[in-house]
């Protein structure tokens, strides 16, 4: 068995940042490492930052985005399109679509995927809030709804569950295209990204 090297207030800080996603035991080990050596310049401003925002975090009552601010700098934004939603399961899909820039529009997070296996149903998700949001047409006529949901089988149910629901409203029903990635080879991608690149191709 493996001896401590280090006190129990740092393994402690250790076994925290191994719950980050993305950080396994001996990344953890690392960024604590890290962290201990760099305390002045990285530590302190970081447990700063963290006690600044402890407490003030809120879920936006419109789109369901993390933010300190209520509604959130997104939906407060008047620059963006009224006329577009995205729909997006969790919020680290809405970052990731902002970093690309693409698009200028609302957003709306459903907080996971139908998954009737772990017991996630309708209730469980903010699909009621959304289908009141283009009924009522959030600030503005909706004329579209994208529905940027994983490539999954949960994903996809999820998908067709908010499309007939949204059927009567009758906005149009957009998902994003499936398929080859920018820069890949198609000799490195699974059977089914081929399978759906092809019945989503285009005309040039």
């Known amino acids: 068995m493996a001896r401590a090297v280090a006190g129990p207030e740092i393994e402690r800080l250790v076994q925290l940042l191994a719950r980050v996603p993305g950080l396994g ?13 760099k305390r002045e310049s990285l530590m302190a401003p970081l447990a700063g930052a963290m006690e600044e ?13 993390l933010d300190v601010r209520s509604p959130c700098l997104v939906c407060s934004d008047p620059t963006r399109d009224p006329t577009l939603i995205i729909v997006v399961a ?28 772990d017991g996630i149903g309708p209730d469980d998700l903010n699909i009621a809030s959304l289908i009141g949001r283009v ?23 999820t ?16 998902r994003l295209a499936h ?16 399978s759906a690149a092809i019945r989503a191709r285009t005309t040039l």
Not at 25 to 37: D, G, N
Not at 53 to 65: A, H, Q, Y
């Open 53 to 65: 925002v402890l407490g003030k975090i809120e879920t936006c009552p419109v789109c369901g985005n």
């Open 25 to 37: 035991p001996r990344s953890a080990r690392r960024a604590a490492l890290q962290l201990i050596k």
């Open 179 to 194: 398929g080859v990635p920018v820069g890949g080879e198609l000799d490195y991608l699974d059977e089914g990204t081929l």
């Open 135 to 157: 009924r009522a047409g959030d600030g503005g006529v909706v004329g579209e709804v994208l529905l940027a949901l994983p490539a999954t089988v949960d994903g996809q149910t």
């Open 90 to 117: 969790d919020v680290s899909d809405l970052w990731a679509l902002e970093r690309s820039g693409a698009m200028n529009a609302r957003y709306h997070v459903l907080g996971g995927t139908l998954s009737p296996l």
């Open 159 to 174: 998908a067709h569950f908010v499309t007939e629901l949204l059927r009567e409203t009758g906005v149009k029903v957009t």
